[in-house]
Nanobody, 121 residues
Framework: QVQLVESGGGLVQAGGSLRLSCAAS????????MGWFRQTPGNEREFVAV????????LYADSVKGRVTISRDNAKNTVYLQMNNLKPEDTAVYYC??????????????WGQGTQVTVSS
């Protein structure tokens, strides 16, 4: 089993950047496909990005494509989400997840506690 802890969220103005980190413990992160998801109050958790276990394959939601980059450092057991040109609609709690293979939250058995990202206009 793997434990995940996100960090790096905060308050940023529109057009700004943030880098989220997801640190894993309990098991090597290199064993897992990793995903980032986000959720706003009253809405379902939605897919943001996913990265293969070697880091070679990535997939992004259309809403963030071109502004967000997912990466991983298996030696540091950490996955990152670099977010640029942030928009108010990116405001959400961001979660990292492990063990899935695609874009559906239900595919992922392991989740972090989330980190709040707030983008002001």
């Amino acid at each position: 089993q793997v434990q995940l802890v996100e960090s790096g969220g905060g308050l940023v103005q529109a057009g700004g950047s943030l880098r989220l980190s997801c640190a894993a413990s309990g098991r090597a992160l290199s064993s897992y496909v990793m995903g980032w998801f986000r959720q706003t109050p009253g809405n379902e958790r939605e897919f943001v990005a996913v990265i293969g276990w070697r880091g070679r394959n990535t997939l992004y939601a259309d809403s963030v494509k071109g502004r967000v980059t997912i990466s991983r450092d298996n030696a540091k057991n950490t996955v990152y989400l670099q977010m640029n040109n942030l928009k108010p609609e990116d405001t959400a709690v961001y979660y990292c997840a492990a063990g899935g293979s695609g874009t559906e939250p239900s595919e992922y058995p392991y989740w972090g506690q989330g980190t709040q990202v707030t983008v002001s206009s």
